[in-house]
């Protein structure tokens, strides 16, 4: 369900943003909207991108959270069969 909300965010800013990019046009060629309605609009546009990346990075952070504990768990299992491996080469090598 997660997915289907992040898809579907995604598809609305990207309608959003044509839309701006429409009447951006409209205005170039005769206008429709006022310069101070575009601005707000562009505006409300970046603020929704920028919840957008927040989000992913934020999504992404979690996940590395996991994966250092992951890390550090297999880093404390690799020196315990460090040292085992040594304690038994040091037990051959004294005979």
């Not at 409209?26 to 603020?47: C, H, M, P, Q």
């Amino acid at each position: 369900m997660k997915a289907d909300w992040d898809t579907l965010l995604k598809v609305v800013i990207t309608l959003f943003g044509a839309y701006i990019i429409y009447q951006l046009i409209r205005v170039i060629f005769g206008g429709s909207w006022s310069t101070e309605e575009i601005i707000v609009a562009l505006l409300v546009l970046n603020l929704s991108v920028t919840f957008l990346l927040a989000k992913k990075i934020e999504a992404f952070a979690v996940e590395l959270k996991h994966i250092r504990g992951s890390f550090e768990a297999l880093a404390t299992d690799f020196k315990a069969l460090r040292a085992d491996y040594h304690s038994h080469v040091s037990k051959y090598h004294k005979r």
